[in-house]
C-alpha cells in the first residue's frame, strides 16, 4: 500500500473491533434463523469428495452459526483459545509451592539494575553514535561462538541479535538446538 512499516499499527483496535461486531451480528443472525439455515452448509461441504475433512472443521463452529465467511472467521476466533489459557492458572494445583526460576542474571559490576531505567536512558545517546561506536556482542555457549553486531530492531530500539542452529551434548548424545539472543538497550527507542 506505499505505507511506512506499522503505519496502521494504531487502527489495530479498531479492526479487531470490527471483526468482533461482525462475528456478533452474524452470530445472532444465525440463531435468529434457526436450524435450518445451519444444516445447508454442511450438506455443501459434503458435496466435495474431502468431505470427511471438512466436517469436523465446520462441527466446532455449528454453535456460532456463522454464513459462508465462517472460514475466515474460524481463524479469527481466539477468544475461546484465551478462555482456555486463562483457565491454566486456575488449574495449577501446586499454589503453596513458589515457581522456581530456571536462568540466573550476574551483572559484571555484581550490583541490581536501577529502577527506571527507560527514563534515565531515554536521552543518553543517539542512534547513529551507538550504531558506530557499539562494540560486537560475542559469547560462547556450550562451545558454539554466537557474533550479533549492532542494530536498530523494527520497533525502533536497538541492541544486538544473534542466533542460530548450535549442538550440544545431553547424556552423550549430540543434539542440535536453536538459540535466539535478543538484546535491547533500554530506553534506545527514544534516541534521535
Same mark, same amino acid.
Given at each position: 500500500?506505499?505505507?511506512?512499516?506499522?503505519?496502521?499499527?494504531?487502527?489495530?483496535?479498531?479492526?479487531?473491533?470490527?471483526?468482533?461486531?461482525?462475528i456478533?451480528?452474524?452470530?445472532?443472525?444465525?440463531?435468529a434463523?434457526g436450524?435450518a439455515?445451519?444444516?445447508?452448509?454442511?450438506?455443501?461441504?459434503?458435496?466435495?469428495?474431502? &468431505?470427511?475433512?471438512?466436517?469436523? @472443521?465446520?462441527? =466446532? +463452529?455449528?454453535?456460532?452459526e !456463522? /454464513?459462508? *465467511?465462517?472460514d475466515?472467521?474460524?481463524?479469527?476466533k481466539? &477468544?475461546?483459545?484465551?478462555?482456555? @489459557?486463562?483457565k =491454566? +492458572?486456575?488449574?495449577?494445583? !501446586? /499454589?503453596? *509451592?513458589?515457581?522456581?526460576?530456571?536462568?540466573?542474571?550476574?551483572?559484571?559490576?555484581?550490583?541490581?539494575?536501577?529502577? =527506571?531505567?527507560?527514563?534515565?536512558?531515554?536521552?543518553i545517546?543517539?542512534?547513529?553514535?551507538?550504531?558506530?561506536?557499539?562494540?560486537?556482542?560475542e559469547?560462547?555457549?556450550?562451545?558454539?561462538?554466537?557474533?550479533?553486531?549492532?542494530?536498530?530492531?523494527?520497533?525502533?530500539?536497538?541492541g544486538w541479535?544473534?542466533?542460530g542452529?548450535?549442538?550440544?551434548?545431553?547424556?552423550?548424545?549430540?543434539?542440535?538446538?536453536?538459540?535466539?539472543?535478543?538484546?535491547?538497550?533500554?530506553?534506545?527507542?527514544?534516541?534521535?
Amino acid at each position: 500500500m506505499g505505507l511506512e512499516e506499522k503505519a496502521l499499527k494504531v487502527q489495530k483496535q479498531d479492526v479487531n473491533d470490527a471483526i468482533d461486531s461482525y462475528i456478533q451480528a452474524h452470530a445472532d443472525q444465525g440463531a435468529a434463523e434457526g436450524q435450518a439455515e445451519t444444516e445447508a452448509p454442511e450438506e455443501e461441504v459434503s458435496s466435495p469428495p474431502s &468431505k470427511t475433512t471438512e466436517r469436523p @472443521k465446520r462441527a =466446532k +463452529p455449528e454453535p456460532v452459526e !456463522d /454464513d459462508e *465467511e465462517d472460514d475466515d472467521e474460524e481463524e479469527e476466533k481466539p &477468544k475461546p483459545k484465551k478462555a482456555r @489459557k486463562e483457565k =491454566k +492458572p486456575a488449574a495449577d494445583d !501446586d /499454589d503453596d *509451592e513458589p515457581k522456581q526460576k530456571t536462568f540466573e542474571v550476574h551483572t559484571a559490576s555484581g550490583e541490581a539494575a536501577p529502577k =527506571k531505567i527507560k527514563e534515565m536512558q531515554s536521552k543518553i545517546m543517539r542512534k547513529s553514535k551507538f550504531l558506530s561506536s557499539a562494540p560486537e556482542m560475542e559469547f560462547e555457549i556450550w562451545g558454539n561462538q554466537l557474533i550479533g553486531r549492532p542494530r536498530e530492531f523494527t520497533s525502533g530500539n536497538l541492541g544486538w541479535y544473534t542466533g542460530g542452529k548450535i549442538e550440544t551434548k545431553v547424556a552423550g548424545k549430540k543434539l542440535w538446538v536453536s538459540i535466539g539472543v535478543n538484546v535491547t538497550v533500554m530506553g534506545s527507542k527514544e534516541w534521535k
